[in-house]
């Protein structure tokens, strides 16, 4: 089977989020049985330089590239470049759109570039012929109502990794839509007096998918259906949650090259033990005790990742041993909240603010406890990185979080501290719960249980598999 997946994100190109990790571990399982095929902008800055085979692409169909229309002017002048990745072959778009761009997200005229780049990515399906187009998020949204409104539809499946990015735009952005060579019926598309491409993408793709079942359940209802609930439950039965897997090679303490001692479940003790000593050694907080439960958070500093709830808990926790490292950085707020703190109590709180994908598996090994308290989660990937490198998640009870880490009380089925979302005394009791556990027998049988559970794409990928089936089915 020939699938062509369209994504603003991918790993390590391009990664603001969860979405770059997802698709090249699910592309990289899913080139091992099919042909994989990813579409993603060539923006300035890409996290590493692409492996080109020297072909290349039209951005256009052969009859649009005859309108003339300002659209094809700018398309007439983009391109697809092909590359190689571990068994996926990349097309990078290529384009004066997003080659000035040393990110992807956060620019104006977002509205016009990715339909340029959802256009091109129609067009790619087209000439590549596949037999199932995927596409991520509202980025990619639009390729779906081409592909619905075209002669010869390729069949759709549309996966939703946040529902709080919806690109909606005022209408009187988006009239180019209505024209040559769109040609989009774009009313439909409506919500609050604007148009969405998130909701173009529902209503257009054959099967759509969200990241994990428990958050394709709150989407169904308000406030985490962001506005479109009622346009997913109009969907409901070509829409599912297919949780998310992980790269088991990227991710693996066994072979990790990004940490200071590679440990498995047979000695991790001893393997945290060194990662931690050199991470307080990296960071300059050389004081902070080795015998005390170090929690660490990594993440996008957003409204979603429920950060100030953990700041108000650490606070009224102070008494607890925990020491704590964040890596982050997004809202000015947070960042000058956590910086404050790393000032004012650099024995329990440190605070390195960027992306640092290094530091992220050195805090993943280091740790000995990792804290997500986000409000909503479509699935969340540290809470499985943490398990792997076992690190027991302390998590809110929201989407992917919830289907990932169990508080069982049968010790052998315990994966992990869950705790009410937006709840500082719950996220506050979670931090005591871990104080017990860090100091009791029960650790290693709880770290033995995550470093053994599989997240893995290997058996995942079939979900997938029935929903490309289920897609073509509707196509024809
Ligand atoms: P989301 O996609 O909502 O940001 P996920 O948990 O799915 O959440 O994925 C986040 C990914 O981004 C993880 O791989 C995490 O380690 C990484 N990440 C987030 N912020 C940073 C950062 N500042 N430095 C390094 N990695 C980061
Ligand atoms: C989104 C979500 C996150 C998910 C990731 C990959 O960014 O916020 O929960 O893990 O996409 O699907």
Known sequence: MKILHASAEYFPYIKMGGLADMLASLTKEQAKTEEVYVALPLIGKLGKPPQYTGKVYPALL???AEIDSLVVSVLKTSRFLEAKESGVTLYFFQSDLFQTLDSIYGHKEEHFRFAMFSYACYALSQILKVDVFHA?????????????????????VFTIHNLAYQGDHPFWMTGFL???PFRLVTSPFDHDGKCNYMKA??????????VSPGYREETLAEPNGFG???CLNQRAKDYSGILNGIDTDEWNPKEDKRIDQTFSDANWKAGKLKN????????GRPLMPLDAPLVGLIGRLTYQKGYPTFLKAVLERLHLPHRYVVLGSGDPETENAFSQLSESIPD??????????????????????????????PCGLNQMYSHAYGTIPIVSRVGGLRDTVEESSILEYKTGIVFEPNDVSSLGYALERAKDLFFSQERDIVVKNIMNLDWSWEKRKIEYQSVYSKAIELNI
């Open 62 to 64: 052969p009859q649009d």
């Open 228 to 230: 479109l609930s009622y």
């Open 201 to 210: 993408g529902i209503l257009s793709a054959n099967q759509i998918t969200t």
């Open 136 to 156: 991520h998020d509202w980025h990619t949204a639009l390729s779906l109502a081409l592909q619905k409104d075209s002669a010869f539809p390729i069949p759709t």
């Open 348 to 377: 329990v709180f440190y605070f390195y603010k960027g992306y640092n994908e290094s530091l992220a598996h050195k805090i993943e090994a280091a740790s000995d406890f990792f804290l997500m308290p986000s409000l909503f989660e």
């Open 276 to 283: 931690k000593t050199k991470l307080f050694q990296e960071i």
């Open 178 to 180: 209505k024209e040559e």
